[in-house]
C-alpha cells in the first residue's frame, strides 16, 4: 500500500511539472517591409528575419508557449523584386513565414488593376484587383475594420479580408482587430480608391475588441497602420523621447483602459516600444531593418495575463546570435526570395551608363541633393515651367556613389506613377505653396522659387520662375506632377483641382522612366556637390510659422 501511494505521488508530481501553470506567448510584430526579401547592407530582408522567428519558435516549442506573428501592413510594394508580381512573392513569403494575420496600409492599393495598369482606364477594370488577388493567395487574414465601401456604407466585403480574427495559441484565445490611419487613402492612389473610406480608429477598435472579448479572447492585439515616434527604448514607461500627438498614440489614450494589451504600429517607419494607457505599442523601423516583440506571460487557470516584457526594436543582422543560437534562414522563404532575385536580377543590373561622385541622399527634404537632381531631371526633359514632385515619401532611398545600375533607381522610386501636365494659375500655384508651407512640406520643384513671410496672420507668398521672373496671380503656369499628386495624393493639389479632375494621359512615361532616360543620356559623371541649394534655396520660409497665418 505505502509503495502504491509512492508511485500515485510521483506520477501527480510528474502531471504538474510537464503542464505549468503559466505560460509565454511572444507577439512577434513587422510593420513597412515594402517588398524586401533580399537582405541588403542596412537591413535583413524576410530571409534574415525568418531566421529570428525559427529562433523564436524553438524556445517557445521547449517551454510549451506559442508565437503569434503579425504585420502592421505596407507588405509588398517597394522593390523590384516584389513588385514585378504585383507583391505575390511577398505573399508566399508571409505565408511559409507563419503569419497569422496582418493589417492592410496605404500601399497595398498601389497596383489597382491585375497587371500593367496602375490605375483603372475602363469600367470594367477593378481598381482593388491586385490587393483582392493577393488576399485570396494569403493563408492567413488581412485585417481592415476600418476601411468601408461608400456605396454600402459597411466594411469591405472581400474574400479574405476581415474585421478581426480569433487566433488560438496552445489553449489561449487571442482576438486580432486590424486598423489603417485615418489618412491611408490620401497615401496612395487616389484612383484606386474613390469608392472607399476609412471610419475613426478607436471606435472601430473598441468595437471590435469588445466582440472579441465577449467571444473568450483573453488578450487583445490591434495591428495598426498608424504610426508614432520614439527614440529611447530603455523604459518602456518614460514616454520623454516620444511624439506624444502622433496618430497612433491619441488612439491608445481614446481607447478603455485594460481593453487591449498590445498595439503593432506602422506607417510612420519609426521605433516604438512603449506603454501608453496601459497599452503595449511598438513599432519596427521599416523595410525588415528591426523586428518589434512583446512577451506575454498567461496564467493558464484564469487566462489572465499576469505579466509583460516589451523588448527595443531588435535590428535584423544575417549571422546573428538570437536566444542562445546562430539564426538560421526558414529554407522555404530563402527559396521563394532567391525565385524572385533571379526574375529581378537583369533588370536590376542593367547600367544606366552616368556615374555619380558622390552619394545623392535625401538629406535635408525637401531640398535634398536627390530631391533637386529628381525634379531637375523633370524639368530639363519636360516642355514645362515648373515641375512639383512629392519628394518626401515618393522618393524612397539614397543613390549610392559609383556606377549607377536601374535596381538603385527603382528603389528610390518603385512606384508606376505616370506624368501628368497642368496648367495653373499664378494664383493657383501662389495657393497650393501656402497650404504646403503651414503643414509638414512634402513636396519639392525645380523652375521656381519661392520666399514665405508673415505679417501678424496674413502671409505673403513670393513666386518667381527660375530666371528671376515674377509669377503674377494672373499668369499661366504649366507644371508636371505625378499621376499621385494629380489624383489628389498627399492633399498637395486638393484645394484647386477642378470638378471633373485633371486628365490623365496614359500615352505619357513614367516619371522614373524620364528621369532615367535623362541621366542616360546625359552620361559621364556628376557630383553632388552641384544640386546643392543650401546657400540659394528654392524655397523660404520662417521656421516658426504662426499657425495662424493664412494666404488671403
Known amino acids: ?25 511572444t507577439v512577434i510584430g513587422t510593420n513597412d517591409v515594402h517588398g524586401e526579401l533580399i537582405q541588403k547592407p542596412d537591413r535583413g530582408g524576410l530571409v534574415t528575419m525568418s531566421g529570428y522567428v525559427e529562433a523564436v519558435r524553438e524556445v517557445r516549442e521547449r517551454d510549451g508557449g506559442g508565437v503569434l506573428l503579425l504585420d502592421a501592413g505596407d507588405m509588398w510594394q517597394g522593390t523590384l523584386e516584389s513588385n514585378s508580381s504585383e507583391g505575390a512573392a511577398m505573399i508566399s513569403a508571409y505565408n511559409a513565414l507563419g503569419y497569422a494575420a496582418a493589417a492592410i496600409g496605404n500601399h497595398e492599393f498601389d497596383f489597382g488593376p491585375v497587371g500593367p495598369k496602375a490605375i483603372p482606364s475602363a469600367a470594367e477594370d477593378d481598381p482593388v484587383e491586385a490587393l483582392k488577388k493577393r488576399a485570396t493567395e494569403a493563408n492567413f487574414p488581412l485585417l481592415a475594420a476600418n476601411l468601408i465601401d461608400t456605396d454600402t456604407g459597411k466594411r469591405v466585403d472581400w474574400q479574405n479580408v476581415h474585421p478581426s480574427v480569433m487566433v488560438d495559441v496552445n489553449g489561449i484565445k487571442v482576438g486580432v482587430v486590424g486598423v489603417m490611419t485615418a489618412n491611408a487613402l490620401q497615401r496612395t492612389i487616389a484612383a484606386n480608391v474613390r469608392e472607399l473610406r476609412v471610419a475613426p480608429l478607436a471606435p472601430t477598435i473598441e468595437e471590435h475588441a469588445n466582440k472579441l472579448r465577449d467571444a473568450g479572447a483573453r488578450l487583445i492585439i490591434v495591428t495598426a497602420h498608424a504610426g508614432g515616434l520614439c527614440t529611447e527604448f530603455a523604459d518602456p514607461n518614460d514616454l520623454s ?38 497599452i503595449a505599442i511598438t513599432s519596427a523601423y521599416s523595410s525588415t531593418r528591426a523586428f518589434s516583440r512583446v512577451d506575454f506571460t498567461i496564467d493558464r487557470s484564469s487566462g489572465d495575463v499576469s505579466s509583460r516584457h516589451i523588448h527595443p526594436p531588435r535590428p535584423i543582422v544575417a549571422g546573428d546570435n538570437y536566444e542562445g543560437q546562430v539564426i538560421a534562414a526558414n529554407p522555404d522563404v530563402v527559396m521563394i526570395a532567391e525565385r524572385a532575385r533571379q ?6 543590373e542593367a547600367k544606366i551608363g552616368i556615374h555619380l561622385e558622390t552619394p545623392f541622399t535625401l538629406r535635408g527634404n525637401p531640398e535634398s541633393t536627390l530631391g533637386n537632381l529628381f525634379t531637375d531631371a523633370l524639368l530639363a526633359a519636360t516642355d514645362v515651367d515648373v515641375v512639383i514632385h512629392n519628394v518626401a515619401g515618393g522618393l524612397r532611398q539614397d543613390l549610392p556613389a559609383g556606377e549607377l ?4 533607381v527603382y528603389q528610390l522610386s518603385p512606384f508606376e506613377n505616370r506624368l501628368v501636365i497642368v496648367t495653373l494659375s499664378g494664383a493657383e500655384l501662389r495657393q497650393i505653396i501656402s497650404e504646403q508651407a503651414q503643414r509638414d512640406i512634402r513636396i519639392g520643384f525645380s523652375g521656381l522659387r519661392v520666399v514665405v513671410s508673415c505679417n501678424s496672420t496674413d502671409m505673403t507668398v513670393a513666386l518667381h520662375f527660375a530666371d528671376g521672373r515674377e ?20 492633399d498637395i493639389l486638393t484645394s484647386v483641382i477642378p470638378e471633373g479632375g485633371y486628365a490623365i494621359d496614359n500615352s505619357l512615361p513614367l516619371t522614373r522612366d524620364i528621369f532615367v532616360e535623362w541621366l542616360s543620356n546625359k552620361g559621364g559623371s556628376i557630383n553632388a556637390g552641384d544640386f546643392e541649394t543650401t546657400d540659394n534655396p528654392k524655397w523660404s520660409r520662417p521656421e516658426n510659422l504662426d499657425p495662424e497665418c493664412r494666404l488671403h
Do not use: W
Open 241 to 278: 523621447s516620444c511624439t506624444g500627438t502622433a496618430e497612433i498614440f491619441e488612439v491608445a489614450r481614446a481607447l478603455p483602459a485594460g481593453l487591449v494589451d498590445h498595439i503593432i504600429a506602422g506607417h510612420a517607419h519609426n521605433g516604438i516600444a512603449h506603454v501608453v494607457n496601459g
Open 471 to 490: 509669377i503674377s496671380d494672373s499668369a499661366s503656369v504649366t507644371v508636371a506632377v505625378n499621376d499621385y499628386i494629380a489624383l489628389g495624393g498627399d
Open 343 to 348: 526574375r529581378a536580377k537583369d533588370q536590376k
Open 405 to 408: 545600375m536601374f535596381g538603385d
Open 1 to 25: 500500500m505505502k509503495r502504491t501511494l509512492t508511485i500515485l505521488l510521483a506520477i501527480a508530481l510528474l502531471a504538474s511539472c510537464s503542464t505549468p501553470t503559466e505560460l509565454t506567448i
